[in-house]
């Protein structure tokens, strides 16, 4: 069935590090890609999405692109800030009629300053 | 605004109560969802509806029921049949018959412990 990972958290980095983090999917069809955040307490925001192969998608100086023969979506931010400081979902839709997403299990970004 | 609205944001319960959590959604979608959120194990579906009147179980449905009577309310009941019903539930809802904005939108949560 599909699938998607991402990698463990949590990350700690400083201000204006370079942030990546990673997520690889298993799906069969064409599922269009999703990134969301969460902010401790609340819930949760889309960030970015991607439709199909190759797009990127972009937000608030974050960049994911669909990559299909590696079959992945990975996150990346030039110069994180404090309030980047949240858990991060990918998640990917289904093909067919339903549109559920599965999703990752999230990882946490602490931001230092 | 549009938006997604749920009540209240933290929620007690004596153990063996059934309890409902409210969710309401002024964006005129057809879809909407229920998730259930622990500490370390991301989302997992409970319940979705994709139209006024149906509804479809998720992965983990047991101890749970749902109405979709109107577009813009999907209620959740916790039933005492739910063994471990303490975790932080989040609604959502999307235009799923539109694959170009097809993105899943989601309340604000509400925390549930059963005391």
């Known amino acids: 069935g599909n699938s998607v990972t991402q990698m463990e958290g949590p990350v700690t980095l400083s201000e204006e590090a370079f942030l990546t983090i990673n997520c690889t999917y298993t799906a069969t069809g064409y599922p269009s890609l999703f990134w969301y955040v969460q902010y401790p307490g609340e819930g949760l925001q889309l960030l970015l999405k991607?439709?199909?192969a190759d797009d990127k998608g972009s937000n608030k100086g974050f960049e994911a692109t669909y990559r299909k023969e590696t079959t992945s979506f990975h996150l990346e931010k030039g110069s994180v800030q404090v309030s980047d400081s949240a858990v991060y979902f990918c998640?990917?839709?289904?093909?067919?009629?339903?549109?559920?997403?599965?999703w990752g299990l999230g990882t946490s970004l602490a931001v230092n300053p | 605004d549009g938006g997604i609205t749920q009540s209240p944001k933290y929620l007690f319960r004596k153990e063996g109560q059934n309890v409902t959590l409210s969710c309401e959604q002024n964006?005129?979608?057809?879809?909407m969802y229920w998730y259930r959120q622990d500490p370390g194990q991301g989302l997992r579906l409970i319940y979705y509806?994709?139209?006024?009147?149906?509804?479809q179980k998720g992965d983990i449905a047991e101890g749970y029921s749902v109405s979709r009577e109107k577009k813009e309310s999907f209620p959740l009941t916790v039933t005492s049949a739910q063994k471990n019903p303490t975790a932080f539930y989040l609604c959502?809802?999307?235009?799923?018959?539109?694959?170009?904005?097809?993105?899943?939108?989601f309340g604000p949560g509400t925390r549930l412990t059963v005391l």
């Open positions: 998640a990917l839709s289904e093909d067919g009629n339903n549109r559920k997403l599965i």
């Open positions: 509806s994709q139209i006024v009147n149906d509804f």
């Open positions: 964006l005129n979608h057809d879809a």
């Open positions: 959502a809802s999307s235009n799923w018959k539109d694959l170009s904005t097809d993105t899943q939108y």
């Open positions: 991607a439709t199909k």
